[in-house]
């Protein structure tokens, strides 16, 4: 079983970038979507970005389309979230997820299972 953890959350003003990583232990993170997620304050979680096993195919929510990408690096068992001119509603804790179906990217939070902790992006005005 994938078991993600996530990292590189902080502190940014607007109009900065980040960039967070999903490190995945478990021998079928190559052959599996990854997607991430957020959850701001007083809101529901939400779909940000979802990637194929071979990074070939991607998906993003209309609200980070042109400023986030999603990539990974299967030989480091890795996925990234790159943000950037990021916005104040953009605060949120982020989440990685490891997908439970084979094939395409999906964007439905039922669609994924082994989320990780999640991670803090602020960002200030």
């Known amino acids: 079983q994938v078991q993600p953890v996530e990292s590189g959350g902080g502190l940014v003003q607007a109009g900065g970038s980040l960039r967070l990583s999903c490190a995945a232990s478990?021998?079928?993170?190559?052959?599996?979507?990854m997607g991430w997620f957020r959850q701001a304050p007083g809101k529901e979680r939400e779909f940000v970005a979802s990637i194929s096993w071979s990074g070939g195919i991607t998906a993003y929510a209309d609200s980070v389309k042109g400023r986030f990408t999603i990539s990974r690096d299967n030989a480091k068992n890795t996925a990234y979230l790159h943000m950037n001119s990021l916005k104040p509603e953009d605060t949120a804790v982020y989440y990685c997820?490891?997908?439970?179906?084979?094939?395409?990217?999906?964007?439905?939070?039922?669609?994924?299972?082994?989320w990780g902790q999640g991670t803090q992006v602020t960002v200030s005005s």
């Open positions: 478990g021998r079928t993170f190559s052959s599996i979507a």
């Open positions: 997820a490891v997908q439970k179906y084979y094939g395409n990217p999906r964007k439905s939070i039922s669609d994924f299972g082994s």
